[in-house]
């Protein structure tokens, strides 16, 4: 096949482009480097030191690309790096602890210190971050007794195991170490959530008998008197996040001496993260808004003694079924994307408010200690491939579990993907179907292998389904998680949501207020997607996409080794004849699709892809009926944003 990127190559003929590179080992550190501060100013080394920071997670980013980006990061004329941790990829199972690839946190400080950068670390254990469940584990529902963000022994028990374990990882790159960890933060905007001091004061204790003495500790919330009031804790420096305008909210809220200190942003918004929805536009900032952020850091900047960190510097890609979403009184899904508008997007490049940002921050730092700018890799284009039907998912049900009431996702033992509902129906029923409390979150409803409705609860008022059925009937309800409620705010009354992250269905299914009894439950993780590959022959022949029932296809492209021997260049693969689902490219999940938008096509990094050979393609339509046109695969160098009609949905609100 032939790979059109031969004008952008012309920009890549340049010995800059050196990565990827093989992660160095650890660097000797040197001595202890003190990190501490006095009242108006951090000072490293007994010198005052101004954080320019930004945030970047590692765990969003192909590891194979970090220094890429830190590169780019210190181009721009950081010195910091603000990192959060997501507890459910480095502990998936309980007692299951996983840190290599992009689990690999301290592989990434130490990246980090090699491109001079120092790093503020914030792991929670709730992180927030547009992450299923805020970065919980989904396995801390199934554990008796555990609230999270709250003082209770299970959660106090897992929280201290996580925050222990990770400081086996990151010890020796602590500050008091010569490594390049300054803070620590407490917690993670809190104060919007609750007021338990109990609670983060035992937090606390864990992180100061796990780090060593000496670390500083912050806390970090939105600047009204009640967030900074719940948030805050005695003894620990308290800081902000949102607009600049928020000092003014820490001086005058924050009154106990023993939190008082130089002023921070922690979270200065580059611009926000997209939600999918036929009206809801890609987030992106324009020349304005770029404005504004300049003349917020020539204010930051200017004054020697403020600091700042921009949130994202780099979003990345929320990959596979990791994102979060928010409620209110609906599901508001964040996108796998996580380009935040940030600026390097989501696949690491340099954008206009990157280059607006460098340009202010070189009027305040020595001249010449702002490194060149590395050049972006081209994007690739990969020609259309086909995609061809080949087998049906509800042909591929593994064991099912029976049980007179339906069994929740994760009383099934199952954490992200989807879960089937069968119930073969004993006396007539006619009416709505109720599918538990609220639909968690979409639920596609089949009578006798017939889609015949979809309740989405990203709608506020998504229509009733009605039936009538008679026995004998099958009713298949079909239920996908969207993510777990990432963030509430106690200005809210949808608090409760943070202790509830169940997913599937929660509660009984009724019809026409008749309790529908004895369910048989198959759940769909999809974490290993190998048997579409391994299916052939005649089994091929069994999907059938005139029925309407979701349908896996698959298909292939071969990359040339044009670029290097090594790796491949990145691309942004579009389904484009696709309604809805998920994609994978040789094994791994790359994330969502769906025609509403505003994401059109998925983040498809190089480094997933095998030079020179085939890569396979593995595409879930949950709505192969709908499918425009031919299903086909290709890689577009240039991304397009937009929306669509939802056509599952045209009369909803
Ligand atoms: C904090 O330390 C810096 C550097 O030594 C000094 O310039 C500044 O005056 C100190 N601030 C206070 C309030 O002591
Ligand atoms: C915090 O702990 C104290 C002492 O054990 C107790 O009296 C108080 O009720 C607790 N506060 C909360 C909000 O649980
Ligand atoms: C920190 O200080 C306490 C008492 O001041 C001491 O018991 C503890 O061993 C110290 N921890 C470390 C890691 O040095
Ligand atoms: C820097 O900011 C601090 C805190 O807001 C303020 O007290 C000080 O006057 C500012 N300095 C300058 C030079 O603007
Ligand atoms: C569905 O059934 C409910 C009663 O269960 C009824 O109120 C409603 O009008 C019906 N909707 C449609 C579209 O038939
Ligand atoms: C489901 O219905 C059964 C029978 O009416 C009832 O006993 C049970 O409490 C219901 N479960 C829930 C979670 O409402
Ligand atoms: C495919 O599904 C359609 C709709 O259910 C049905 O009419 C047709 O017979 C099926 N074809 C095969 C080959 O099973
Ligand atoms: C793609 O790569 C595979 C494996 O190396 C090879 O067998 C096949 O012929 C290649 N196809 C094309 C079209 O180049």
Not at 146 to 168: C, G, H, K, T, W
Request: charged content about 20%; hydrophobic content about 35%.
């Amino acid at each position: 096949m032939r790979l059109l990127h031969a004008f952008l190559l012309i920009a890549c003929v340049s010995e800059d482009l050196s990565f990827p590179q093989a992660f160095a080992s650890p660097v000797n550190t040197g001595g202890p480097s003190s990190f501490t501060y006095n009242r108006t100013n951090f000072l490293l080394n007994g010198m005052p030191y101004q954080i320019i920071g930004g945030q970047m997670d590692p765990q969003r980013v192909p590891p194979q690309y970090w220094r890429d980006r830190l590169k780019k990061a210190r181009a721009m004329g950081l010195n910091t790096i603000f990192s959060y941790v997501f507890w459910n990829m480095l502990e998936p199972q309980q007692g299951n602890w996983v840190n290599t690839g992009e689990n690999n946190i301290a592989g990434f400080f130490r990246i980090a210190e090699e491109e001079q950068l120092k790093i503020v670390l914030r792991p929670g254990p709730y992180i927030c971050g547009e992450r299923d469940w805020g970065g919980f584990p989904a396995w801390l529902a199934g554990v008796p007794g555990l609230v999270v963000r709250d003082y209770n022994a299970p959660f106090m028990q897992a929280s201290r195991r996580f925050i222990e374990r990770l400081a086996v990882d990151i010890r020796e790159l602590q500050s008091t170490r010569g490594g390049p960890i300054l803070m620590v933060q407490v917690e993670n905007e809190y104060g919007s959530y609750g007021r338990d001091h109990n609670y983060t004061s035992a937090l606390l204790d864990i992180l100061r008998t796990t780090f060593d003495n000496g670390t500083v500790f912050y806390t970090n919330d939105g600047s009204e008197d009640w967030t900074l009031e719940g948030g805050s804790v005695p003894g620990v420096l308290a800081e902000i996040d949102g607009g600049v305008m928020g000092f003014d909210a820490l001086e005058r809220y924050i009154t106990d001496p023993s939190q008082k200190g130089p002023l921070l942003d922690g979270e200065y918004y580059t611009f926000t993260a997209d939600i999918w929805g036929p009206s809801n536009p890609h987030n992106s900032p324009g020349s304005g808004t770029i404005a504004g952020f300049v003349s917020d850091l020539d204010y930051v900047l200017g004054n020697k003694s403020v600091s700042i960190s921009l949130y994202m510097f780099h979003g990345g890609t929320n990959f596979g079924f990791s994102n979060g979403a928010l409620w209110q009184d609906q599901t508001r899904v964040w996108t796998s994307s996580y380009d935040y508008g940030a600026p390097l997007d989501e696949s690491g490049r340099i954008t206009d408010s990157y280059n607006a940002i460098r340009q202010t921050i070189q009027k305040y730092v020595e001249v010449g200690s702002i490194p060149d700018v590395p050049l972006n890799l081209p994007m690739m284009e990969v020609p259309e491939f086909k995609l061809q039907p080949v087998i049906q998912l509800f042909e591929t049900l593994g064991k099912n579990t029976l049980a007179e009431f339906p069994m929740s996702m994760e009383a099934l033992g199952q954490d992200y993907g989807f879960t089937l509902y069968e119930n073969i129906i004993t006396w007539p029923v006619s009416g709505s179907i109720q599918p538990g409390g609220h639909a968690r979150d979409r639920v596609i409803i089949y009578v006798n292998g017939n889609r015949i409705g979809i309740i989405d609860s990203e709608y506020k008022n998504p229509p009733a389904v009605n039936v009538s059925l008679g026995i004998g009937d099958k009713l298949q309800l079909f239920v996908e998680n969207l993510g777990r409620v990432n963030y509430y705010s106690r200005g809210t009354p949808y608090q409760n949501r943070v202790t509830d992250p169940y997913k599937g269905i929660v509660g009984n299914v009724t019809i026409g207020g008749i309790v529908l009894q004895d369910w048989s439950m198959f759940t769909l993780p999809l974490a290993d997607i190998s048997f579409v590959d391994n299916i052939v022959g005649d089994a091929v022949e069994a999907a059938n996409t005139s029925q309407n029932t979701p349908v896996f296809y698959r298909g292939c492209f071969n990359v040339t080794k044009e670029f290097s021997d090594l790796m491949e260049l990145d691309t942004y693969l579009a389904i484009p004849a696709g309604v809805k689902g998920n994609v994978w490219v040789n094994g791994f999940n790359l994330g969502r699709y769906w025609r509403v938008g505003p994401q059109q096509s998925l983040y498809l990094p190089g480094t997933l892809l095998k030079p020179g050979d085939e890569n396979q393609v593995v595409v879930l339509e949950l709505e192969p009926d709908r499918v425009k046109g031919e299903m086909v695969g290709k890689g577009l160098a240039q991304r397009e944003w937009g929306n669509n009609l939802d056509e599952d949905c045209l009369t909803c609100t």
